[in-house]
């Protein structure tokens, strides 16, 4: 049983819609998605598996098709956008590893993904075909990671890690399990979300060895939460795994706060905490998808007001240029005096708290 299910995912990744000719011949392209085609330009590349696309209704505006469809918004490049828009090339520590914070690194395990996401930041070194992982860079990371015992936690990311086979995860995971016993592991995939068959009990079985390691996936609409996808999480949840999301902010997807307080409340459901919402980074050829930052706090200060502290992640932007992450918050404090803090409470009453107490 366990090899067919191993068999099924496989099979759906070789399925994935890869270009305009492989869609149903039913499928009408709309006309900003027809001008995206006709421009000869640098095109990022498209993947959709079956499953995910099912989910999408026929209106070009639908939240999940805005996810897998390119449009023409993605020929267009603002001034502000760069194709490094998190400025990570500057913190590489070896081609693969990404050290920005003190305590923690991040592994491009993978370069390639089930789904390529519309909004997607690291679309241009993805595009940039990085030869495949090698044994070698695993060893250079792991060395790494021996040297650097400030270092607490590995964040396996890409490209999506789980495009990886069991053996080859399992292999990279315990390399870096020798070189640093006390290592936490954190596992970035949105497996569970494009393509839920992925998640078995084998995979399971393998990420409950590499505890204490936690899972990371990308919910950004309600509608992402079938029963294959919640399945998926509780495969993970089950096995004692801890499931968090991060969620983008992204315009005529989520950009309200009714389906934000859906798709929050309903991860809660699945055991999932929301962990991040991120506005939109500057990546070159994603206007089409950002929403202005001052909307995204309007909607953060409704969602505080209305949804559990629990269900409730933190907005945050990734600085461009390498600044790293800020969380976004209006702030509830009016004035800080040498004897209090003085605050206004969701109601705009005042409440002071005093510094010395
Ligand atoms: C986002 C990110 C992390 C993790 O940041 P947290 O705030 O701990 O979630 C680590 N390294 C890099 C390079 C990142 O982009």
Known sequence: MRESETGEWKKQLSEC??????FPVDFELSLTEEDYFKKESDRFRISVPKNYFGLAFSD????????FMPQAG?????????????????????????????????????DTCAMYCRHCFRRDYLSTDPPPLTRKEI???????????E????????????????????????IFKESRPD??????SRMPVVLPSRITDSLTDLLSKYKPLFFITQYNHPRELTDKSRQAVSL???????VFNQAVLLKSVNDSVDVLAELFQELLRCSVKPYYLFQGDLAAGTSHLRVPITKGLELMKELRSRISGLALPIFAVDLPGGGGKVPLTESYIQEITETAVVFKDRNERIYSYPVES
């Open 139 to 149: 060893h250079r990371a792991a060395e790494y990671l021996r040297s650097h015992l």
């Open 236 to 242: 993970l949840v089950n096995k004692g795994i801890p």
């Open 17 to 22: 819609y890869r270009s305009v000719a492989d």
């Open 74 to 110: 993605e020929h267009i490049t603002l001034s502000c956008e760069t194709d490094d828009p998190l400025g990570e090339n500057s913190y590489k520590v070896t081609e693969r590893l990404i050290h920005r914070y003190p305590d923690r690194v991040l592994f491009l395990a993978s």
């Open 151 to 174: 270092v607490k936690e590995i964040i396996i990311s890409g490209g999506d890690p789980l495009i990886m086979d069991n053996s080859k995860l399992d292999e990279l995971l315990s």
């Open 183 to 188: 290592i936490v592991f954190r596992m970035a």
């Open 60 to 67: 070009a505006d639908d939240p999940i098709r805005r996810q």
